[in-house]
């Protein structure tokens, strides 16, 4: 709830999020839920923000900070599940480490298509990354 607060209070974005936090904390059952958020967003495309946004906190919300949960939960939801996959994912590895039956099979490699960085540790990435954001 704290990045919500970034959201400009009176946006159309802002409106759909407090639609559904209103239906998360409404309903104690992930089954009741679902259908009334994939309800409210039907005539948006799968891949348009507003689905996905609910998708995205329908798994976190219902998933409880257990990645294979929420992971399950987001997958069950569809819509744009890479990038929702990825969104969430980070979000629960910042909270905690990412389980290692999820991370072992991956490793410390990062395989990308940018020339002269095909591939690439994970470790020395992250710390990089938090070394430049503490500048």
């Known amino acids: 709830t704290v990045a919500a607060g ?3 209070a009176k946006s159309e974005y802002a409106a759909k999020l407090a639609f559904c936090f209103g239906v998360l904390k409404a ?3 992930p089954q ?5 958020l994939e309800k409210h967003f039907e ?10 946004l609910a ?3 329908f798994a ?7 990645f294979t949960e929420t992971m399950a939960l987001l997958a069950k ?3 744009d599940v890479d990038c929702n996959g990825g969104l969430v994912g980070n979000v629960l590895g910042v909270i905690r480490p990412v389980p ?3 991370a072992g099979p991956i490793g410390d490699l990062l395989e990308t298509y940018i020339k002269g960085k095909e591939r690439l540790s994970i470790k020395a990435l992250a710390e990089k990354t938090a070394r430049l954001a503490r500048k």
Do not use: F
């Not at 009741?32 to 009334?36: E, G, L, M, V």
């Not at 005539?43 to 923000?49: E, F, G, S």
């Not at 976190?60 to 257990?66: F, H, K, P």
């Open 6 to 8: 970034y959201i400009p």
């Open 55 to 57: 998708a995205d906190m």
């Open 100 to 102: 290692q039956d999820w």
């Open 27 to 29: 309903e104690k059952d």
């Open 43 to 52: 005539r948006y495309n799968w891949i348009h923000a507003y689905p996905n």
């Open 32 to 36: 009741a839920a679902w259908p009334q």
């Open 60 to 66: 976190l919300w219902y998933g409880g900070g257990d």
């Open 77 to 79: 939801a569809g819509y």
